[in-house]
Each structure stands twice: as C-alpha cells, then as structure tokens.
Nanobody, 129 residues
C-alpha cells in the first residue's frame, strides 16, 4: 500500500497563506486521482479539492474555490495545496488521499467519482491572530 505524508501546516494569521505538500512512497502517475480533505472536530470529513491523473481535471468545493489551488509538485511523488486568504473558521486538519486504482488509458475520469483508499495522517493548520 502506498504511504502518504503531509507537511507544511502551521500557524498563520487570518488572510495569510500556506502551501501543503503530500509526499507518497511511490510515483503518482498511475493512480486515478489525488485529493485533499479536511476535518474539524466533531464534523464529517470534507473533500475540498481533487485532481484527475487521466485528464488533469480539477474540483474545488465552494468554500475554498478561488482561495485554494491543487497542483502536482515538482517531484513525481508529490502534490501540493496552495492555500490563500485563510480564515479562522477553516478546519484545522488536512489530509491527502489517493484513489490507487490504475488510471484509465484513454478518456476522462472526473476526480469527484474517485474512491479514495489511501490516506495520510494529516497536518494541522491553525489560523489565529
């Protein structure tokens, strides 16, 4: 099973920015999709962004659209989440996840249709003055 490790979390002021990274134990090219989730205490885990390895299509949930950007890192085993205009109500814990099924050789695959089965431990983001 592929292992995922998130990094880049920390303390930022409201309106500030952070870049989260997810490093995998394998290259990511053959997987169907990659996503970022976040979760606040007592709340359900929320999918906030994903990218398809088949057609490069991306998705952003409404609460982060225009503020967050998902991208592949320079290394073939990394993905990033650029977070701008952070708010104190943004949940604290962020996880990366992968649909480890082999990507389709042709056509498209919307990342919102993925079944994410590999998860990182999470990294904490604290937005406070």
């Amino acid at each position: 099973q592929v292992q995922l490790v998130e990094s880049g979390g920390g303390l930022v002021q409201p309106g500030g920015s952070l870049t989260l990274s997810c490093t995998a134990s394998t290259l990511l090219y053959d997987y169907r999709a990659i996503a970022w989730f976040r979760q606040a205490a007592g709340k359900e885990r929320e999918a906030i962004s994903c990218i398809s390895n088949t057609d490069d299509g991306t998705y952003y949930t409404g609460s982060v659209a225009g503020r967050f950007t998902i991208s592949r890192g320079q290394a073939a085993n990394t993905i990033e989440l650029q977070m701008d205009s952070l708010k104190d109500e943004d949940p604290d814990v962020y996880h990366c996840a992968i649909d480890t099924r082999r990507r389709p050789s042709i056509g498209t695959f919307p990342c919102r249709d993925a079944k994410y089965d590999a998860w990182g431990q999470g990294t904490q983001v604290t937005v406070a003055s």
